[in-house]
């Protein structure tokens, strides 16, 4: 059960409404993460805001930064966003097996070295924050400095998304 109302369509504020039809239009349903985040529409924008353009304009390949997310999201016990994810990095180009090993990505041979790269800035980013150098180095001989921006966003965004579903107990849809 979520810590907070997941909001019908008759509950929403008008700005919310206008993001969930956004959302409607371009094949989607919202979420029951964001019904819950609707409860502070000025949040939702915000959350929005960053979310979409990582998700739509960033430079970075998809897959690198669906492996991000999928493996921040496995580091942080967030099952909501494995289960949302899931389809979207196998869309994205990672394979079911890349996935399996995301938890013994260190040992696998599943992985190339952008892949290894972008998994320890994740791992990084997720169990502390700060970089080591040699894994800031790792990333600057793979990725120019507005990737390495990107990708240590999404990482960030992702550790928040997980954060956020797991202190507001959000439920799968259905």
Known sequence: MSRVPLLSDAEIAPNVAEIFERMRKAGGSPPNLYRALGNAPAMLEAWIGLAWPLRHEAKTP???????????????????????????ALEAGVSEAQLADLPRWRDSKRFNERERAVLAMADAVTRGGKLPDVVHEDLKHHFKHGEIVELILTASFYNCVSRTLLALEVPLEG
């Open 62 to 88: 998809r897959g690198l930064r669906e492996l991000v997310i999928m493996r921040v999201a496995g580091l942080t016990d967030a099952h909501y966003e494995e289960h949302h994810h899931h389809r979207m």
